[in-house]
């Protein structure tokens, strides 16, 4: 729509600058950024962010609204995703799109179906569950038509989504050649079958057989497959949900030996730890079920480390709701219970106040961490993950001497259980601004379905460039020890 907005007075964060200047609106584009804008006329709406930070919103990388998932489907869909999301300073997501029976454009198809009541922006990571002609040809469709360029492939979930090595190392080798992204779930999933039936064979049924049966090392034996997987083959490659030291330490290792991988820590992993789990009611330990699972103290410490080190690069959620009615089919075996926990709403609230507050990250690193980095990986930066002149008007204002406290009584999430039930802490996303229109003041929401875009995203140039380069070398090097030879005769 047409609205004039000038955001007034506040401190302007991007993830290259933190500035005093005014930020003016119109027709959902940012038209300036700069200080002592003036009011033009009556039709300009004026909002004060005097002592606040205003900054581009959160991208989250990592949901699953509206998925088919363990025998029932994520509470929270495309409309109750997004309240949550906007009410939480969270302005537009990446999904995973779940392919039909194998099928990618069926489920292309039923995923923008499920995304019609959109409220925000969204794009799609494709996920690969099996492997054929036809899934190498529709991958390129995908990029080439669709603005997906990513692909996401399970070593977990045996007898579902799990995927093989050789499908593994054929998706890497055609990710390359599209220039699209590979994407890994990281755990060994035959061991964790293995790990599971050994939890039910000792008579441990409950939430905690959960961690018991997939520990570290079976997330650090994977994730240094698929490392050395993409190494082979010669592609970047992006690590979801990264919950352990185990997986940490071997994206520091390729990330020191110049390897191009990317670690995403969620939210759970970096503040949460397993003691939950042996809550003796079923309805709070169930919650804190996820894969990989939530870990022991201690992890969650690193990960904040490895995030502020630059390690680790941008914060997820892997936001993947159920209720307590959902949960609780697995009350008489934990393989039984839908995995998954919320963060969408909780995303940006938790990140400033356990590491912005506590001086782990600077408020510029916010933003790459929260928004600009997820922006730049997936090639949509700088229409997103920024203000700046031409940027998409997805802004918050955060108040930096408001707390807040979490929990279901509050959340726009549809499920009736918060994983951060109670949490208080301080900074509050007092406003949100959707495409130029403001959705979330003083904490009312006010938001149109149907309103929210896909937003495409393009393979990446700097891929091919790479393929070209390295393959040359490659070349060159075979053809070195011939040359050799003939000299020497
Ligand atoms: O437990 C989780 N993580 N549920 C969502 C699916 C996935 O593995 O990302
Ligand atoms: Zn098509
Ligand atoms: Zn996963
Ligand atoms: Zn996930």
Same mark, same amino acid.
């Given at each position: ?37 003036? @009011? ?13 930070? @205003?900054?581009?919103? /959160? ?206 820590? @969620?939210? &759970?992993?970096? @503040? ?10 079923? *309805? ?6 996820? &894969? ?7 992890? /969650? ?8 080190? +630059?390690?680790?690069?941008?914060? +997820?959620?892997?936001?993947? *709701?159920?209720?307590? *009615? ?35 990250? &600077? ?63 301080? +900074? ?22 149907? &309103? ?38």
């Amino acid at each position: 729509d047409g609205a004039r907005i000038l955001i007034k007075g506040g401190t302007v964060v991007n993830a290259h600058r933190a500035e005093e200047a005014d930020v003016y609106i119109e027709d959902g584009v940012v038209v300036a950024v700069r200080p002592n804008i003036p @009011v033009g006329d009556d039709n300009v709406r004026v909002i004060d962010a005097t002592g606040k930070y @205003v900054m581009p919103g /959160g991208i989250d990388p990592h949901t699953h609204l509206a998925m088919e998932f363990m025998g029932t489907v994520t509470i929270d869909d495309f409309f109750s995703g997004h309240a949550a999301a906007l009410a939480g300073g969270t302005t537009m997501h990446i999904d995973f799109v779940i392919p039909v029976n194998g099928n990618l454009t069926a489920g292309l198809e039923s995923y923008k179906q499920k995304a019609a009541n959109a409220a925000m922006d969204y794009g799609f990571h494709m996920a690969i569950t099996k492997w054929n002609d036809e899934v190498a040809r529709e991958m390129e469709v995908m990029v080439k038509e669709h603005g997906i360029n990513s692909f996401k492939f399970f070593m977990a979930y045996k007898g579902s989504l799990m995927v093989t090595d050789d499908l593994l190392l054929q998706g890497l080798q055609k990710c390359k050649s599209l220039g699209a992204l590979a994407m890994v779930h990281a755990e060994n999933g035959d061991a964790v079958a293995e790990g599971q039936q050994r939890m039910i064979d000792l008579g441990i049924t409950g939430p905690e057989g959960h961690a018991l049966s997939r520990p570290p090392i079976l997330e650090g034996e994977a994730t240094a497959r698929a490392i050395r997987l993409a190494k082979f083959i010669n592609t970047p490659l992006y690590v979801v949900h990264v919950m352990s030291i185990d997986a940490m330490e071997e994206i520091a290792k390729a990330k020191r030996e110049g390897q191009r991988v990317i670690g995403e820590p @969620v939210v &759970s992993g970096l @503040v949460l730890d397993d003691s939950w789990l042996l809550d003796p009611d079923f *309805t709070i330990a169930s919650k804190y079920v996820m &894969s990989p699972p939530i870990r022991e103290v201690g992890h /969650g410490k690193a990960l904040q480390a490895a995030l502020s080190s +630059g390690i680790l690069q941008l914060v +997820g959620t892997d936001h993947c *709701t159920f209720n307590s *009615t959902q949960k609780v089919f697995g009350s008489d075996d934990f393989r039984k219970i839908p995995n998954g926990v919320n963060g969408l709403e909780e995303r940006m609230h938790i990140i400033w106040d356990s590491m912005v507050e506590s001086g782990k990250i &600077s408020i510029t690193d916010y933003v790459r961490v929260t928004s600009t980095e997820c922006a730049k990986i997936f090639n949509i930066y700088p229409r997103k993950g920024a203000i700046l002149e031409g940027s998409d008007a997805d802004i918050i204002i955060l108040n930096p001497e408001r707390s807040f406290v979490m929990g279901a009584h509050a959340h726009h999430s549809r499920s009736n259980t918060n994983v951060y039930e109670g949490r208080k802490g301080k +900074g509050m996303v007092e406003v949100t601004i959707s495409r130029g229109r403001v959705v979330w003041e003083d904490g009312i929401l006010n938001i149109a379905p149907g &309103s929210g875009r896909y937003v495409r995203m393009q393979p990446f140039g700097y891929v091919f460039d790479g393929i070209e380069k390295s393959d040359a070398a490659y070349r060159a090097s075979l053809r070195a020890p011939v040359q050799r030879g003939k000299a020497v005769a």
